[in-house]
């Protein structure tokens, strides 16, 4: 494994502190290119089969299709990048997903029907390139036992809202003032050009590591009690994501002016931007477990009351609260990682998380859309409240199966000879024999 970098503990943990850390800017910036195209991926289907089509639910459907694909495949690949590293799996992803988002266009293109274009959505999910996972775990890699690893966690979650309000926004204007299909072609475009550029940075990836100490094989990251409970979590998380996107565009239809929907996500995901930049600024006195539970009563009161709102500013207020509420809980689960999932796991545990959120958001935007068909935008939000509400029942109910791993223990050496038990130092572990002694924060 990458070595950790080691940190004084009068440094506050800072972004610039972070950008600092040897070779960040080595994956950073080529792995911001490569997740790029994610972001366009979803909106890219639904222009061009609604255009071929006519139909917005076809469009949705091979949507939706395309999203549970990966939520199912993405910890496959993660798992396999632990095993025998991320460059090696990178390289073929993206050819492969190049050329599965290749032959969905031509189909769609060429009137295909339905169950043709579904069955196309497949492969075109399933080899989505996992590259947020791998940039989480080589900053996991380099910043184990590192108080800048929250911080790291929020850079990533600012980075992929971010994306996520760039990224649409490139595939509308290419869909609708160039072709409907110019949105898939440049997504397959860049995803074999950033994610090229990213599998060539091989000196900052996690080693891999195809069996444990003992010689066995590795057990899968879905084995570990604790993130099975950050996966419920996380596909709250989703659910809210997918339930905003389709009843704020309904909200928008029915007060005659559909132009607002772009307004009402620009706020809810510049409330998400916003949390996220002062997570990573925080140094936080509370432990993660308590930090994801709080984070996530918060989102959840928050969900609760969208259905009521019955005015754009009102609704823009309560999108932005939740937008506010997501990155606590968001950014605090994926830190969670290095103290739930051993090292030689870590990737195929972060895209448990992301295909956790994919499935929540595929989910929501099928269940929101028919309430929303059939009763009005107000039903589609009761969508992220009953997602939250179990997601937060479940938390609290298994906190137990969250608690971080035990701190390290250093042993007085004055007493270690003729003692049976060693002096624990609670507050503070050794740092990998470097002499710098970072503080640590009991849950």
Request: charged share 10%; proline share 6%; hydrophobic share 55%.
């Amino acid at each position: 494994m990458t070595s950790a970098v080691t940190t004084d503990k009068s440094a506050r943990p800072g972004y610039g502190q972070l950008l600092r850390t040897p070779g960040a800017l080595s994956f950073l910036l080529p792995g911001f290119a490569a997740r790029q195209p994610f972001a366009m991926l979803t909106i890219s289907i639904v222009l061009l089969v609604q255009h071929t089509t006519g139909s917005f639910g076809s469009a949705g459907i091979v949507a939706a299709v395309t999203g549970v694909s990966m939520a199912l495949f993405a910890p496959q690949m993660g798992k396999l990048a632990d095993r025998i590293g991320q460059s090696r799996v990178l390289v073929p992803v993206v050819l492969a997903h190049a050329a599965a988002v290749g032959a969905l266009t031509a189909l769609a293109l060429l009137g295909a029907p339905l169950w043709a274009l579904a069955l196309a959505a497949i492969p075109a999910g399933a080899s989505v390139p996992q590259v947020g996972p791998m940039v989480r775990s080589r900053w996991a890699a380099k910043l184990e036992g590192s108080p800048l690893l929250p911080t790291a966690a929020a850079f990533e979650s600012v980075t992929d809202e971010f994306t996520f309000v760039v990224g649409p926004v490139l595939a509308t204007f290419l869909c609708t003032a160039i072709h409907p299909s110019a949105g898939l072609i440049t997504e397959a475009t860049l995803t074999i050009v950033g994610g090229l550029l990213f599998a060539a940075q091989r000196g900052t990836q996690p080693k891999p590591v195809a069996r444990a100490a003992n010689g066995e094989k590795h057990a899968s990251a879905l084995s570990f009690p604790g993130l099975r409970v950050l996966i419920v979590a996380f596909i709250g998380i989703g659910a809210v994501f997918g339930g905003m996107q389709v009843s704020l565009a309904a909200f928008s239809e029915e007060i005659g002016n559909p132009g607002a929907n772009g307004l009402l996500y620009g706020v809810f995901a510049a409330g998400n931007m916003i949390a996220g930049i002062a997570m990573g600024a925080i140094a936080w006195k509370i432990g993660p477990r308590r930090r994801l539970i709080l984070g996530y009563i918060g989102l959840t009161a928050a969900a609760s009351v969208l259905w009521a709102a019955n005015s754009a500013i009102l609704l823009g207020a309560l999108g932005l609260v939740v937008g506010l509420c997501i990155a606590p809980a968001l950014i605090t689960g994926y830190t969670m990682i290095e103290q739930l999932v051993p090292a030689a796991s870590r990737t195929e545990a972060f895209t448990w998380l992301t295909g956790a959120v994919a499935f929540g958001q595929a989910g929501a935007v099928t269940l929101a859309g028919r309430l929303t068909d059939a009763h009005g935008s107000s039903y589609g939000f009761l969508v992220p409240m009953a997602a939250t509400a179990l997601a937060l029942l479940t938390l609290l109910a298994l906190r137990g199966k969250l608690a971080p791993k035990a701190p390290s223990r250093i042993v007085n050496s004055s007493t270690a000879a003729g003692s049976a038990t060693s002096k624990v130092v609670r507050n503070t572990v050794n740092e990998r024999g470097m002499g710098h002694r970072v503080p640590v924060t009991v849950d």
